[in-house]
C-alpha cells in the first residue's frame, strides 16, 4: 500500500471512529454510554468504503434517520393505552416481533396484561420507583419519504436490534394535521425485560447505534438516509428546552404576557442574554476533516479527489471555515470560534 493510501486509510478510520458510538468504558465503571447494544457496535470494524460511503452521505447533507426514546410505560393500563393510541383503538394495523397484525382491542388488553404478570418481580415491590413495564421508541424520516417503506426498515431495524430476546409491538402513523406530525414515523414499543429477566435500558451511544442501524435498513430499500451525531454535521445550537419552548409558542399564540415564567423558562432566558445559545463546534472535528480532505485531494484515486472536492465544500460551509496552507481558519466575522454567531430572538415575556 502506497504512503499517500495509508494515510488516506489511516485518517477515514479516525473519522470513522468518531462517527460511530463504540465509546470505551470510563475509568468509572459506572458511567456507561454503552449499555444494551455495546457489543455489536464494537464488533463493527471500519473499512475504507463505507468510510468514503459515509463521507459521501455527509457532504450531500442526506436526509437524518431519527429516533426518540419516549416516556416509559408503567402498569397494564398505562401500556394498553399505548397500544391503543399506536393502533387508533383498533383502525392502524399493528404487528408484535413475529410479525402477527393485531386490531382487536381485546387482545391488545390481553398483550398488556401479559407483559405486565411476565415483568413482575416481588422485589420490585420493595423499591421506591416502579419498574416500568415497556420502553416506547419513535423511529422517524422527513416528509415525503415512502411510508411503506419507513415501516419496512424499522421492522427490519427492530428484528437486528432485538432479536428473540424481548417482545415488542410497532405501527405505523402518517398523520397530517393540527398537532400531528407529517413525517412518517413508527411506534415501537418494547417489553422492558428481556425473555431471561434482564430488564431494558438504553445509554446515549445505544440511541444512534439504532439510528444507524435504522438508516442502514432505509438504504437497502432505497431511501437515502444517514445517522451522524449533529457536532459531526456542522456548528450545534444550544436549543432552548421543550418546555420553554411550548412555553414561548403559547405566549405568542395568545398574545399574552407570562407573568410567572417558569423555572426552566427564566434559566433558558439568562442562557440566552448571555450568549450562551450560540452555536459552537468541534476543533477536533474540524481539524480531522481538513486533514482528511487533504488526504482524499492527494490520492491518485479520481473519485477520492472528487469526494474530497464536494467535501471541502460541505466543511467550509457547514462549519464555517476557511482552507489555507496553515489550516483551517474562521471566515472573516464569523464568532463562537469559527461556528459563526447564531442566535435567536429573545422569548417574548
Known amino acids: 500500500m502506497a504512503e499517500g493510501t495509508k494515510a488516506l486509510a489511516a485518517k477515514l ?24 447494544f455495546a457489543s455489536k457496535a464494537l464488533a463493527t470494524k471500519p473499512t475504507t468504503k463505507a468510510a468514503t460511503a459515509q463521507l459521501a452521505r455527509i457532504s450531500r447533507k442526506a436526509p437524518q434517520a431519527m429516533l426518540k426514546v419516549s416516556k416509559a410505560t408503567y402498569g397494564a393500563k398505562h401500556t394498553f393505552s ?30 398488556a396484561q401479559e407483559w405486565h404478570e411476565l415483568n413482575f418481580n416481588p422485589d420490585d415491590l420493595d423499591t421506591r420507583a416502579p419498574a416500568p413495564d415497556a420502553r416506547r421508541l ?10 411503506d417503506i419507513v415501516l419496512q426498515a424499522a421492522a427490519a431495524a427492530a428484528r437486528a436490534l432485538f432479536e428473540d430476546k424481548y417482545d415488542y409491538i410497532y405501527g405505523l402513523h402518517t398523520d397530517e394535521g393540527k398537532g400531528k406530525s407529517p413525517h412518517p414515523h413508527v411506534h415501537l414499543t418494547v417489553r422492558a425485560k428481556s425473555h431471561e429477566g434482564v430488564p431494558l435500558a438504553f445509554g446515549p451511544d445505544d440511541i444512534l447505534y439504532m439510528r444507524r442501524v435504522f438508516a442502514t435498513e432505509l438504504r437497502e430499500r432505497g431511501i437515502d438516509a444517514d445517522a451522524t451525531p449533529q457536532i459531526m454535521r456542522g456548528a450545534k445550537l444550544n436549543n432552548e428546552h421543550s418546555k420553554t419552548y411550548q412555553a414561548r409558542l403559547n405566549v405568542e399564540k395568545n398574545n399574552q404576557r407570562a407573568d410567572k415564567p417558569t423555572r426552566t423558562f427564566e434559566r433558558d432566558i439568562k442562557r440566552m442574554e448571555n450568549g450562551q445559545d450560540r452555536a459552537y463546534y468541534s476543533a477536533d472535528v474540524v481539524q480531522l476533516y481538513s486533514e482528511l480532505m487533504v488526504e482524499l485531494m492527494k490520492s491518485p484515486v479520481p473519485e477520492h479527489n472528487r469526494l474530497g472536492q464536494q467535501f471541502g465544500q460541505f466543511v467550509s460551509y457547514s462549519y464555517n471555515v476557511t482552507f489555507n496552507a496553515d489550516g483551517p481558519a474562521p471566515k472573516p466575522g464569523a464568532g463562537g470560534g469559527g461556528a459563526g454567531a447564531i442566535e435567536r430572538d429573545k422569548p417574548k415575556i
Not at 478510520?13 to 444494551?36: C, G, H, S, V
Not at 419513535?138 to 411510508?147: A, H, R, T, V
Open 13 to 36: 478510520y479516525a473519522a470513522q471512529e468518531a462517527w460511530r458510538p463504540i465509546r470505551r468504558p470510563a475509568k468509572d465503571k459506572t458511567a456507561r454510554n454503552l449499555i444494551l
Open 82 to 111: 399505548n397500544f391503543t393510541y399506536i393502533s387508533r383503538n383498533g383502525k392502524v394495523p399493528i404487528y408484535d416481533q413475529d410479525g402477527v397484525e393485531i386490531t382487536d382491542v381485546e387482545d391488545m388488553m390481553a398483550l
Open 138 to 147: 419513535i423511529l422517524s424520516m422527513p416528509k415525503g419519504s415512502d411510508p
